[in-house]
Each structure stands twice: as structure tokens, then as C-alpha cells.
């Protein structure tokens, strides 16, 4: 087992169970820090459930979750302040702007936010025509990237990227890459959890394939062969 | 500014910037309100002695029945747009969002409260000015209780499938005192206060208001979780 400095995600025995049916089970993990990591398998494999709970929205029914050095739930605060999670549903208010989207996501994270700042980070994510018009005439693809640059309004120790290129041009599948890689540059640990494989490959040093809730392929990205 | 109150300045300013914009709840709120009272007016027909005398309870229920319909909606929107599960990501103290909720859903009901009351005065053939201070101070304490309960139990709802029916099944039973209160109080008011009771019944509003609000604030975080 590595020194719990080097850790940024340990699950042990990770379950969650929705009625009668485990979402995840039995999941032991280990994700160092700094490292990216695609999240594989088919729909039902859990993969949401995973993020969902590292990000702190959902709590374990059964064992032992550290994210970050924290103990979830118990922690879950001092994990929300270092760890951002785009979400595959993509969550933006329609009748607030770009911009006023990303302001009230800026002071809800304790940020102060400024105008130029704001515009900057639009403008990085290729919305800055858009920044100022409603949310509901944006496309599900600029939906993404607005999401997106929500992540970016603070610096995060983990990233966790849920179906990130979903909806996305071939511009916008490049912009989730650069941001992947700034994340990495910054020591940040990365998951992206896609369906695109090829995509979420591109820039991890680890996949984990899931199926029915439990880890079913651990393996440097390399190994992954085109199958 | 704390980063308690910065956070519910946000979600007061995102949410009142919306209704803003969409004036869905708004004018929902005072075409119920409005149908409500002169429903009522039909039903009692002009007796003005009567209607003086039954004044208060009219207002209050039709003030809870419009509440009643905007509380539904301040978390079912969120939840439709996924909010409150992105509320949930953020950092920092959970509580400014029950409070950052509970200051809209107040400001809305204070702003239908403008028109209805002058309505009432209207329809029910009451001159309110002379009491206009008091019954201010009435409509905001009792507004403030009731935002408070509907706040928390539409949080505590927005999940379930039977939210429409199971909110007012929650908060009326627990609004029975603040109607008491606010009912005497304002009958009391626009009657004369010959008995001098309505201080009693300002102090019984008063302290379900503390009372409520410290323990649903308490509590809301729990609430939140899934």
C-alpha cells in the first residue's frame, strides 16, 4: 500500500446500493495523486456512481472512502473545496448568461469573482461571443464548455470528468484534452469517465474497466489495445 | 462579507434575477392570490360586518395557498435544472443555501402581500391605512415563519414523486400556530384590538418564528443529503 500522501482516492470495499440493486460493489481502489485516470465500461457499470460519491453528492452504503486525505462522508467539505466534478447532465441555470452563470458558480465557491477574470475564463472555452446571452439559447455543446470553464474558476486537486466529451465538436473534444493537461501540469489527479474510449484514453496513465459495480480491468493506459 | 452571507447573496440574487426574467412564480402567486380573496368575497357576499369580522383568516389562508404555490416550485426548479446538485458540489457552509432560499421565497411573498392587501382592503370594504404599520409588521413576521417551514419541507420534498401533495400535507399541520397568531393578530388589528390582544398573539409570532427558523436551519444540512 502507498503512503497516504501519495493517495488521492482509496476505496476499500466501496458499495452504494439503490433499493435493491448495488450501483457499486465491493470496489477497492487505489488513485495516486497527480495521475490521470479513464474510467471505463458500459452504461449501469457504476462509473457515475463512483464520481458521484468521490464527489461527495452521494454517500457509501458500505466501506471505507479517503479522497484527498479525507475521510468521506465525514469530511466531505474539506474534499468539495479541492475537488470540482463536471457532471454528464450538465448542470447550467437557462435564463442566467454565460457569464452570470459563471459568477454565481465563482461566489458559491467562496471566490471573488471579477468581471475580467470571468470573461477570461469564458473566453478559454471559446464562449466569449456567447458570454452575455441566455443559457437556454446555448447548444448542448456550449452547454459543455460552459460547464467546463466552471471547473476552471478555481484551482482543483481532483478533477473528476463525467461523459466530458458528450455533445462536443472536434474544437470542443480539443478544449477538454488542453484542460486535461493543464490539470496534469498542475499535479492535479484527473478521472474522465467516457464512453468516447479512444478520447478518454488520450491523455490517462491508468484505466479501470467497471462492470456491474466492481472492477473488472486495472491496467496502464498503453495495454488498452484498440478493443 | 462572510462567506455564509456571500454564498446566500448569490443564490438570492440567482434566484430573484430568474423570477425576474421568467416571472413565473410571481405571476402565478398574485393570479391565486387574487382569485383566492375574491372567491372568498362571492362566498360571503356584501355584508361588510361580516366580512371585517373574518377578514384576518381570509388573508391568511389566502396567503398560505399562494406561498404554498411558489414554495413548490423554489426547489423543483433547481432540481429540474440540476441545481441543487450542483449547489451540493460547492464548497462551504450548506446552510446558505436553506437561507439564500428562504430570503427569495420571503422577498416574493412580501411583494405579493403589496398587492393583496390593498385588494383585501378593497374587497372586503376595509380601510387598511390606519393599521398599515401593524399589519406591515404582521404580514413580515408571519410571511417570515411561513417561508421558513415551506423552505425546509420543499427542500425535504423536492425528491419525492408526491411532492405536489406531500408539501402542503407537511406545512400546514406545522403552520397551525403562526396562523393562529397571525389570524387574531390581524383581525384584532382591523377590529379595533378592544381587548388588547394582539401583543400577546406578536409575541406567540415571534417566537414560532425564532423557534422555527433556528431549528429548521439546525437541521437543513442533513436534509440536503442523499
Known amino acids: 500500500m502507498s503512503k497516504s500522501s501519495d493517495v488521492a482516492i ?9 433499493g435493491r440493486s448495488w450501483a457499486l460493489d465491493s470496489l477497492d481502489l487505489e488513485i495516486q495523486r497527480g495521475s490521470t485516470v479513464a474510467v471505463l465500461g458500459p452504461n449501469g457499470a457504476g462509473k457515475t456512481t463512483l464520481f458521484r460519491v468521490l464527489a461527495t453528492l452521494l454517500r457509501p452504503s458500505n466501506g471505507h472512502v479517503e479522497v484527498l486525505g479525507s475521510v468521506l462522508p465525514r469530511d466531505a467539505d474539506a474534499v468539495r473545496s479541492r475537488a470540482g466534478m463536471l457532471t454528464a447532465a450538465g448542470y ?16 458559491m465557491s467562496g471566490e471573488r469573482p471579477d468581471a475580467t477574470a470571468l470573461r477570461a475564463v469564458i473566453a478559454e472555452v471559446g464562449l466569449e461571443d456567447a458570454a452575455d446571452k441566455r443559457v437556454r439559447a446555448y447548444s448542448a455543446g456550449m452547454r459543455k464548455r460552459l460547464e467546463l470553464a466552471r471547473l476552471m474558476l478555481r484551482p482543483l486537486e481532483l478533477v473528476l470528468l463525467d461523459e466530458p466529451f458528450v455533445s462536443l465538436d472536434h474544437e470542443g473534444v480539443d478544449l477538454v484534452q488542453a484542460a486535461i493537461q493543464r490539470w496534469q501540469a498542475a499535479g492535479g489527479t484527473v478521472l474522465v469517465a467516457s464512453h468516447q474510449v479512444a478520447d478518454a484514453l ?4 491508468r484505466a479501470l474497466l467497471l462492470t456491474g459495480g466492481r472492477l473488472e480491468r486495472d491496467a496502464p493506459a498503453a495495454d488498452w489495445g484498440p478493443s | 462579507m462572510s462567506d455564509l452571507w456571500r454564498r446566500t447573496w448569490a443564490i438570492l440574487w440567482k434566484d430573484l434575477l430568474i423570477e425576474l426574467r421568467t416571472k413565473q412564480a410571481l405571476n402565478a402567486m398574485v393570479f391565486f392570490a387574487g382569485l383566492v380573496l375574491l372567491l372568498f368575497s362571492f362566498a360571503i357576499g356584501p355584508n361588510p360586518d361580516l366580512l371585517r369580522e373574518l377578514a384576518g383568516g381570509l388573508l391568511w389562508v389566502a396567503i398560505v395557498f399562494t406561498g404554498t404555490v411558489s414554495l413548490g416550485r423554489s426547489f423543483q426548479s433547481e432540481e429540474l435544472a440540476g441545481g441543487l446538485q450542483l449547489m451540493r458540489l460547492y464548497p462551504g457552509e450548506r446552510r446558505a443555501i436553506f437561507l439564500g432560499k428562504l430570503l427569495a421565497n420571503l422577498m416574493l411573498l412580501l411583494a405579493v402581500e403589496v398587492v393583496l392587501f390593498p385588494v383585501a382592503g378593497v374587497l372586503f370594504q376595509i380601510n387598511m391605512w390606519p393599521n398599515a404599520w401593524g399589519l406591515t409588521g404582521i ?5 417570515f415563519g411561513f417561508s421558513t417551514v415551506g423552505t425546509f419541507y420543499a427542500a425535504l420534498t423536492v425528491h419525492l414523486r408526491a411532492r405536489e401533495l406531500m408539501l402542503p400535507l407537511l406545512v400546514f399541520p406545522a403552520l397551525i400556530p403562526l396562523l393562529l397568531a397571525a389570524v387574531n393578530a390581524t383581525g384584532g388589528l382591523i377590529l379595533g384590538d378592544a381587548m388588547g390582544q394582539v401583543s400577546g398573539w406578536l409575541r406567540l409570532l415571534v417566537a414560532y418564528d425564532v423557534i422555527l427558523f433556528v431549528v429548521c436551519i439546525w437541521i437543513f444540512p442533513i436534509v440536503l443529503e442523499e
Open chain 1, 10 to 18: 482509496r476505496t476499500e470495499r466501496l458499495s452504494r446500493r439503490f
Open chain 1, 92 to 107: 447550467v441555470y437557462d435564463e442566467l448568461t454565460g457569464l452570470e452563470n459563471l459568477r454565481f458558480a465563482a461566489l
Open chain 1, 202 to 205: 488520450r491523455h490517462a496513465d
Open chain 2, 139 to 143: 404580514a413580515v413576521l408571519g410571511s
